[in-house]
């Protein structure tokens, strides 16, 4: 393969998140299957590396991530994994998850960073970030050589050995899925081959190797698989789209739980007493399958899979879970607001998968949830100098806080630095000729081959609205379709200028097809309104919306920088945590059943997201949750009497 025909082969590899088929296919069908090219069918983003973010608040985050992301040492991510392979290390390790006594080291170090390096590096062109990467890969490459296996971890195959047997280990699997997702990107998005060979040793042995000894029975594996694993089939089945190896699909078949999936695919929620983060990335993996083998099986789990969560299990900022579980019949949140809501690897997870789904059907709901995640339960996460959040509490007068600098390390911090280095990888997608305009992001897409450009002028949620300038050497015939969100009152479209008559109703694509010319401008005016939305199971509490802003009350400092805000170690909940406020109360319940948010809220500045509530007992100040940095907060309100 030449230099030219691989790099356009990783371009490729990276920009698409799987292949729609129409049909189920034989396995000696499945890797043509994998290399289809079909465009016309299936809808996809762009590269990473075609798009990148202009001045505004999400290369703002982006960069304070990266800064994050250059201040660790790669001797020190690397220490654990030197030591289980034999080879000497003289660094000083980090402290948390990525001690090394912790059973989740190396998670973070071999899966996350490596992960979120090579995303920043495509995002950016971050140079420096890449080789980073680099240099952790070759350590990783010494480290696999030494233990002669095919094996990788930053701990010993022991661990893998008490999950056989049946006794206590933290997720063994879950950590290997990481390493070799970071590999994968790696490979995927900065052309690392070194990456790509490890990650296959790596799969061999949890393939053929690990499951193939021939004393594992079927029923032991599935007792084994409900320890979390993480999205072992994921990374199994974007390994065989890569390779063309139909080996990898067997292997992913083997992560696999009936008892998970079946009742799914019957439409059943069985969701209560589920670890929620421990199962999205099955449901992933899932999507996948159906992406690489057109099994419309998979594709009926994943959708009706996160249908139900989105609906029936989720709070108003686009996240689900109470202390890490599904705690509840679906639809009955009453009484679970606390510290330990909406983890948020859950978000992160959730928003791949409704990436992924958007690309099978190109439905409005789907980027609307991505937009209320985006901007409610992941922007806002990180602080000033670029640590994450682990929980999301959403119970009245509690605060946001971060993880230390060098000794947590959680799974959070993980996904965090992921989130924080792709920001632009659902701006836009395409079909064929077409390009979709999914979320109203400052950025330009530079669409090479087509020899167009899109730059995207916008401060939204500040500015209601987007503009979008064509750039292109010659007049393009083409189709672009920019989403008219479900929360907007009625949006107004312009080109150059000139009103268009007929608009798109919210909730769907306002598809514009025409003959472009260079310099034209296509501008969107997407109105703002109130609104509420009541808990799951209690229409007496409620949350107020601002187009798709989750609006809260400032209730006043939060902590001092210390235990209450910077969390050390592995626990993931502040020390000596006080008990939940009040929720603060609507004016006027007396006499009332309910009441609308024009009754009590009042619109400041919509520039400046700047809000007043009038409450029972007295004015409350109200901005997007997004921007709550060191104040305790509340999210809900008591907006009625509860009913007994």
Not at 287 to 303: H, K, L, P, S, W
Not at 339 to 364: H, Q, S
Not at 532 to 545: H, K, M, N, R
């Amino acid at each position: 393969m030449t230099d030219h025909s691989r790099r356009n082969f990783l371009k490729t590899s990276a920009a698409a998140a799987g292949f729609t088929l129409i049909r189920s296919l034989a396995p000696a069908e499945v890797l043509r299957a994998v290399t289809s090219s079909d465009a016309s069918a299936r809808i996809v983003p762009f590269p990473l590396a075609s798009v990148r973010l202009a001045p505004g608040i999400f290369r703002d985050e982006a960069e304070i991530n990266a800064r994050y992301l250059d201040s660790l040492s790669v001797d020190r991510l690397l220490h654990s994994f030197r030591l289980t392979a034999g080879i000497s290390s003289s660094a000083t390790p980090y402290k948390g998850w990525e001690d090394p006594a912790c059973e989740l080291r190396g998670h973070f170090v071999g899966g996350h960073f490596l992960s979120a390096v090579a995303l920043a590096s495509a995002t950016s062109g971050n140079d420096e970030l890449k080789n980073r990467g680099d240099q952790v890969v070759a350590g990783l490459v010494q480290c696999q050589k030494k233990i002669g296996t095919g094996y990788l971890s930053a701990f010993p195959a022991e661990l893998f050995e008490r999950l056989v047997q049946g006794k206590n280990v933290w997720a063994p699997f879950y950590t290997y899925h990481k390493i070799m997702a970071g590999l994968l990107d790696m490979y995927l998005l900065t052309g690392n081959a070194d990456a790509l060979e490890v990650c296959e040793g790596m799969a061999k042995w949890a393939g053929s190797d690990f499951w193939g000894i021939g004393v594992i029975s079927a029923e032991q594996r599935q007792r084994m698989l409900r320890t979390e694993y993480g999205g072992m089939n994921e990374v199994l089945v974007n390994l065989a789209a890569v390779t063309k190896k139909n080996r990898y699909l067997d292997a992913a078949r083997l992560f696999e739980q009936p008892s998970f999936l079946d009742p799914l695919a019957e439409r059943r929620d069985e969701l209560q007493g589920l670890h929620a983060n421990t199962h999205v990335p099955k449901i992933i993996g899932a999507a996948r399958m159906y992406e690489v083998t057109g099994d419309r099986r998979y594709r009926e789990i994943a959708e009706y899979f996160l249908e139900e969560v989105l609906t029936a299990r989720s709070y108003v900022i686009g996240n689900t879970s109470l202390d890490e579980h599904w705690r509840t019949l679906p639809g009955k949140l009453a009484g679970t607001l606390g510290w330990t809501n909406a983890e948020c690897c859950v978000a992160y997870n959730l928003m791949k998968l409704e990436r992924i789904v958007f690309g099978w059907t190109a439905e409005t709901r789907w980027m609307d949830a991505y937009e209320r995640s985006l901007f409610n339960c992941r922007l806002g996460t990180q602080n000033a100098d670029g640590l994450k959040q682990y929980f999301f509490p959403l119970a009245s007068g509690y605060w946001r806080a971060y993880n230390s600098p060098e000794e947590s390390f959680w799974c959070c911090t993980g996904t965090g630095v992921e989130e924080f280095a792709k920001f632009t990888d659902t701006i836009y997608f395409y079909r064929g000729s077409e390009v979709f305009v999914n979320q109203f992001i400052a950025s330009t897409l530079d669409w090479k081959s087509e020899e167009i450009s899109i730059q995207q002028s916008t401060s939204f949620p500040s500015e209601q609205g987007t503009t979008l300038k064509v750039n292109c050497a010659r007049p393009h015939l083409r189709t672009i379709h920019v989403r008219i969100p479900s929360w907007t009152s009625g949006a107004e479209v312009k080109i150059n200028e000139r009103s268009l008559e007929a608009v798109a109703d919210p909730g769907s694509y306002l598809a514009i097809r025409r003959v472009w010319q260079d310099g034209d401008t296509l501008t969107v005016r997407l109105p703002m309104e109130l609104r509420q939305e009541s808990l799951p199971g209690d229409a007496s509490v409620t949350a107020v919306l601002y187009g798709p802003l989750v609006l809260a009350a400032k209730l006043g400092a939060g902590p001092a920088d210390g235990p209450g805000k910077i969390i050390h170690g592995e626990a993931t909940v502040p020390q000596n945590l006080p008990p939940a406020e009040k929720l603060p109360e609507g004016k006027a319940l007396a006499g009332r059943d309910s009441v609308k948010p024009d009754d009590w809220i009042q619109v400041n500045s919509a520039a400046e997201l700047h809000f007043n509530a009038a409450g029972a007992s007295g004015t409350y100040d109200l901005t997007a949750m997004y921007k709550i940095r060191d104040e305790r907060y509340s999210v809900y309100w008591q907006t009625s009497k509860p009913k007994e």
